[in-house]
């Protein structure tokens, strides 16, 4: 059974640097083909990808919030993590990761998502 | 960028109908395109990807066609459970979402 959850703040000010962590199980990263995605949602609105990470430690970022945006894997744990820098409150959202499957590049399984409001 | 437009951005429709969501892409992406549901305040849920794969477990009354720019779902009889928000996603260069359509009770 894959599963993937989110953790992280729920509050973060204005400025501050968000960390949030993937865990999951049900597969290892260490498998070719396989990847780890956050992506995100303003409350009532789209879905917007924020990065991937490859088995093979490939990173592609969001060309628009590349600047802001790291990515990094501990393949041991089974977990990912992303970090988002000078957060603003149009960064308020559920963030969500999900697995890149060996198909293609789109996402077979989500995490339950977190909410981050970001607010003084 | 690529930029993905999904028409309509809501459609009203009754059990038993049959419903088409369409997607287009600002540029060739061949068929490089995934379709998702999403409930509220649920993650999205996989129903086609490569344009025209239906993903396993998917009830088979979904599909999806297309390639190049222009790309459709289709829900050939409406289910209750089918009303929903839908997403399309290119996955040709990096990766971006349409703004999605909400498919609602008429």
């Known amino acids: 059974q894959i599963t993937l959850k989110e953790s992280g703040p729920t509050l973060v000010k204005p400025t501050q640097t968000l960390t949030l962590t993937c865990t999951f199980s049900g597969f290892s990263l260490s498998t070719s083909g396989l990847g780890v995605t956050w992506i995100r949602q303003p409350p009532g609105k789209a879905l917007e990808w924020l990065a991937l990470?490859?088995?093979?430690?490939?990173?592609p970022y969001s060309p628009s919030l590349q600047s802001r945006l790291t990515i990094t894997k501990d393949t041991s744990k089974n977990q990912v993590v992303l970090t988002m820098t000078n957060m603003d409150p149009v960064d308020t959202a559920t963030y969500y990761c999900?697995?890149?499957?060996?198909?293609?590049?789109?996402?077979?399984?989500w995490g339950q998502g977190t909410l981050v409001t970001v607010s003084s | 960028d690529i930029q993905m437009t999904q028409s309509p951005s809501t459609l009203s429709a009754s059990v038993g109908d049959r419903v088409t969501i369409t997607c287009r892409a600002s540029?060739?992406?061949?068929?490089?395109l995934a379709w998702y549901q999403q409930k509220p305040g649920k993650a999205p849920n996989l129903l086609i990807y490569?344009?025209?794969v239906l993903q396993s477990g998917v009830p088979s009354r979904f599909s999806g066609s297309g390639s190049g720019t222009e790309f459709t779902l289709t829900i050939s009889s409406l289910q209750p459970d089918d009303f929903a928000t839908y997403y399309c996603?290119?996955?040709?260069?990096?990766?971006?979402f349409g703004q999605g359509t909400k498919v609602e009770i008429k």
């Open positions: 540029q060739s992406i061949s068929t490089s």
């Open positions: 996603q290119q996955f040709y260069t990096y990766w971006t």
């Open positions: 999900g697995r890149r499957g060996a198909s293609g590049s789109f996402v077979d399984y």
């Open positions: 990470i490859y088995w093979n430690d490939n990173k």
């Open positions: 490569k344009a025209s």
